[in-house]
């Protein structure tokens, strides 16, 4: 039986206006014609390298885009159009946001009030328990920013999807920083909330860390999903995996010994090839 659609992304396009030193306007093109879909239940996890638009696409869904961006295509939220006004009675309450930079936290409030918010005191108790579960003391609701260090402010971020009873999650590469065990955790509770029936999509440039936990795959490549597969498809030869670019990241695995594909002409290795839809080619010339 087919799971309810959670989160239907159609043809999503972002870019972005500004000026050039000639105070010419112009436009750069980030994201092109990008579809995923999110079910209940499953943990998308969403792999590329910087720069190829994974953190635009959270940003572009929850509506929090900078004001010079451009957007076109269409998102769907349990099967009705995602306006950004429906978005932003939603964000923090239906949909539960970790950001990648802990800049997204206020410096100016307490982190305790923070994971809080509006949702009042039941929020309160859960914001203890999530401090508990991530290993924070309790005294540290108290601190503001600037006075955690990097990996206590992220986990005060992944406290906030713990204290929110959110559908959907959205996590932006919440595990650097973490030492071994708070990011285990942390990944156990994305499976658990998936298995409860909440939509998680998992931002990361980890393959490795994302198949201990999701469902599907979504490969990233210059702005758009080259391919979106089952994480059943990148164990054994990966040889049920579609797309060039997909097959030389699943040879590059570290369990798969590093075998990075090389340009017969230049030796160049297949990281640096240039990507399209017909596949993988060398920017020397050769394919």
């Not at 410096?107 to 999530?130: D, F, H, I, N, S």
């Not at 998936?194 to 979504?218: E, R």
């Amino acid at each position: 039986m087919e799971k309810e659609i959670l989160l239907d992304v159609q043809h999503l396009s972002v870019g972005f206006e500004s000026y050039n030193a000639k105070v010419e306007k112009v436009f750069f093109n980030a994201i092109s014609d990008l579809n995923l879909t999110v079910h209940k239940g499953e943990i998308v996890a969403i792999v590329g390298s910087s720069g190829s638009g994974k953190s635009l696409l959270a940003h572009a869904v929850m509506n929090i885009l900078p004001d010079n961006a451009r957007t076109g295509g269409t998102m769907f939220y349990k099967g009705e159009l995602l306006t950004p006004e429906r978005m932003n009675r939603l964000r923090g309450h239906e949909i539960a946001f970790i950001p990648q930079s802990v800049a997204f936290l206020d410096p100016l409030m307490q982190v305790g009030e923070q994971v809080v918010g509006t949702l009042g005191e039941k929020a309160r108790t859960l914001q203890q328990k999530a401090f508990e579960h991530f290993g924070l003391k309790q005294s540290v609701a108290k601190l503001y920013p600037f006075q955690l260090s990097g990996g206590m402010a992220r986990r005060v971020l992944l406290s906030t999807s713990y204290v929110a009873e959110t559908e959907m999650i959205i996590a932006d590469e919440p595990t650097p920083g973490l030492d071994l065990k708070i990011a285990i955790e942390a990944l156990k509770d994305f499976r658990i909330q998936a298995d409860q029936g909440k939509g998680v999509i998992l931002i990361t440039h980890d393959i490795d860390l994302a198949l201990h936990v999701a469902d599907k795959i979504a490969i990233f490549y210059d702005g758009r999903v080259v391919e979106t597969a089952d994480t059943q498809t990148f164990r054994g030869d990966g040889q049920g995996l579609k797309h060039p670019y997909s097959r030389a990241l699943f040879h590059a695995l570290p369990q798969n010994g590093f075998n990075l594909q090389r340009c017969p002409k230049c030796g160049a290795t297949c990281a640096t090839w240039n990507v399209d839809e017909k596949g993988m080619r060398c920017g020397c010339g050769n394919s």
